[in-house]
T-cell receptor, first 115, second 115 residues
Framework: AQSVTQLGSHVSVSEGALVLLRCNYSSSVPPYLFWYVQYPNQGLQLLLKYTSAATLVKGINGFEAEFKKSETSFHLTKPSAHMSDAAEYFCAVSGGSGNTGKLIFGQGTTLQVKP | EAQVTQNPRYLITVTGKKLTVTCSQNMNHEYMSWYRQDPGLGLRQIYYSMNVEVTDKGDVPEGYKVSRKEKRNFPLILESPSPNQTSLYFC??????????????FGPGTRLTVL
């Protein structure tokens, strides 16, 4: 069965500092991996996705993530945090081609950005 | 504009009073899904539909019903709501083809309170 673990339910960084949000997954098939962001009172918006092409994936708003099969990780990073990055972030996994299309989500990480 | 819409956005109701939350997408997506979001649990899938007249249970289907009579619509029905169904609900859709495979687009959410 597939699963996702996000390490740290809350992460706090200073404006301009590196953002690192951790995600580890478990999957018995080659996974598709996603990072979504949820701003207050809004739905989820896709930040980036990994679908077995390049292992370093660049997304919107300066975020990127690296797929590391040996570590079963897909950590999200951004070199310099902005106040507008404060939101909740979700990592998700799906089973790739042939599966039911279901996404398994992690518990979410709330990012706080301090001035 | 490509989007997933949900109605209502906010709903307060009482135990046992049947309700329907509507979901509609204008992207001609085959796949649609309902999730509920609860603090510390991330998003959990309630039901999904691979196409018209094809629906199946997700991880937490108890107390919910769905139907898919048209490709664009996927209503969520609570026949007899209970307080443990108080939650934030999201509808999502995705294409099952091409480079957008499994990239789910989310509606704005429906915050339901059952008293």
């Amino acid at each position: 069965a597939q699963s996702v673990t996000q390490l740290g339910s809350h992460v706090s960084v200073s404006e301009g500092a590196l953002v690192l949000l951790r995600c580890n997954y478990s999957s018995s098939v080659p996974p598709y991996l996603f990072w979504y962001v949820q701003y207050p009172n809004q739905g989820l918006q896709l930040l980036l996705k990994y679908t077995s092409a390049a292992t370093l994936v660049k997304g919107i708003n300066g975020f990127e993530a690296e797929f590391k099969k040996s570590e079963t990780s897909f950590h999200l990073t951004k070199p310099s945090a902005h106040m507008s990055d404060a939101a909740e972030y979700f990592c998700a996994v799906s089973g790739g081609s042939g599966n039911t299309g279901k996404l398994i989500f992690g518990q979410g990480t709330t990012l706080q950005v301090k001035p | 504009e490509a989007q997933v819409t949900q109605n209502p956005r906010y709903l307060i109701t009482v135990t046992g009073k049947k309700l329907t939350v509507t979901c509609s997408q204008n992207m001609n997506h085959e796949y649609m899904s309902w999730y509920r979001q609860d603090p510390g649990l991330g998003l959990r899938q309630i039901y999904y539909s691979m196409n018209v007249e094809v629906t199946d249970k997700g991880d937490v289907p108890e107390g919910y019903k769905v139907s898919r009579k048209e490709k664009r619509n996927f209503p969520l029905i609570l026949e007899s709501p209970s307080p443990n169904q108080t939650s934030l609900y999201f509808c999502a859709s995705s294409s099952q083809r091409g480079s957008s495979y499994n990239e789910q687009f989310f509606g704005p959410g429906t915050r339901l309170t059952v008293l």
